[in-house]
């Protein structure tokens, strides 16, 4: 339970201090993202003030956190019907798309952590996680395709400058089913790693893997974060340009060879204990090296090959994890 005091300490700290933050500087919110200011400041305040209620029921659940399922349920769920009111405003054009970050830390990265914890006492709870992981990155992967107009597949940027700002609130989805994504293959590898675990795999080797998928994590959110708050606003060409190459570095580089690597490192052990040996484990070798060929192809900016090596590793990659979530 260690973990999970941990947690939703950290929510309640958080709860606390963004409810602070709104209660005593109202104006603050609507001055950083570049909104209009309140005609009633005082309704944010009121805002404020109820997340700071959720944060005192966080803070009881870390100290009592066998007896908090219906206070994380509530959290929950207003953890994710806050995102989908934010994208249909998005649609509706009346929020702007730079206002994600506030969707990112007040619910989205802690969907999985309290999705874990709801599900500690069911008996196929692995299964459950890994399997919800798939389902994204199935949906995320559509979402490319249906954005591939903006992206490294057009190689004319004003193009894709155009397509953007035509399509903003497509472009806005699919990179927000991204960020779910990102933070499901980290919960995809805690739960591989713990299935290893039951096979008396070498915990170094587990913590490692999981430790350096981890840290590419962040990447992939300030890329992701990037696409939907900076390419979304309006610029030079070469400003959409030089933001897209860093976004790219960022997420099909550097998170997604960090990714990679933890995967490696993973499947060794896999092959190892004889969870994914055969024809599995040949496969998931690879798709990680599909993987690392896109990470290579990114830092040399390749444009061509990225295309190539990025469907080549979606396309792997959705049966293996498929086949992983059954398996585990």
Not at 3 to 10: E, G, P, T, V
Not at 76 to 83: D, E, F, M, T
Request: hydrophobic fraction near 55%; aromatic fraction near 14%.
């Amino acid at each position: 339970m260690t973990a999970y005091r941990i947690i939703f300490a950290l929510a309640a700290i958080y709860n606390a201090a963004f409810g602070a933050w709104a209660v005593v500087r109202p104006h603050s919110f609507f001055t950083l993202f570049d909104l209009n200011p309140p005609l009633y400041p005082w309704l944010w305040a009121c805002v404020g003030m109820v997340l700071g209620i959720y944060g005192i029921a966080y803070a009881y659940v870390a100290w009592r956190p066998d007896h908090g399922d219906v206070l994380v349920v509530i959290g929950l769920l207003g953890k994710v019907l806050g995102p989908i009111g934010w994208l249909w405003y998005v649609w509706h054009g009346t929020v702007p798309p730079r206002t994600f970050p506030l969707i990112l830390t007040n619910d989205l990265v802690w969907w999985f952590p309290f999705l874990f914890y709801l599900l500690r006492n069911v008996r196929r709870r692995r299964s459950i996680i890994a399997w919800a992981v798939v389902v994204v990155h199935f949906a995320a992967c559509l979402g490319l395709v249906a954005v591939r107009s903006g992206t490294e597949a057009v190689s004319d940027f004003t193009e894709r400058v155009r397509w953007v700002a035509e399509s903003t609130p497509q472009w806005t989805t699919c990179w927000l089913l991204w960020v779910i994504a990102s933070l499901g293959i980290a919960a995809l590898f805690v739960v591989w790693g713990q299935r290893l675990a039951e096979r008396s795999a070498s915990r170094t080797a587990l913590i490692v893997g999981c430790a350096v998928c981890a840290i590419g994590v962040p990447f992939d959110l300030v890329s992701e974060t990037l696409n939907i708050v900076v390419l979304t606003s309006p610029q030079p060409v070469e400003q959409f340009a030089q933001t897209a190459r860093a976004c790219a570095f960022l997420g099909a580089g550097i998170a997604n060879g960090l990714y990679c690597g933890g995967g490696v490192i993973l499947s060794f052990v896999s092959w190892k204990t004889g969870f994914q040996r055969g024809w599995l484990g040949l496969f998931a070798m690879a798709m990680w090296s599909a993987g690392l060929a896109l990470t290579a192809t990114t830092f040399f900016e390749h444009r061509e090959a990225m295309v190539v090596t990025g469907a080549v590793l979606m396309v792997l990659f959705l049966p293996w994890s498929a086949l992983t979530a059954r398996r585990i």
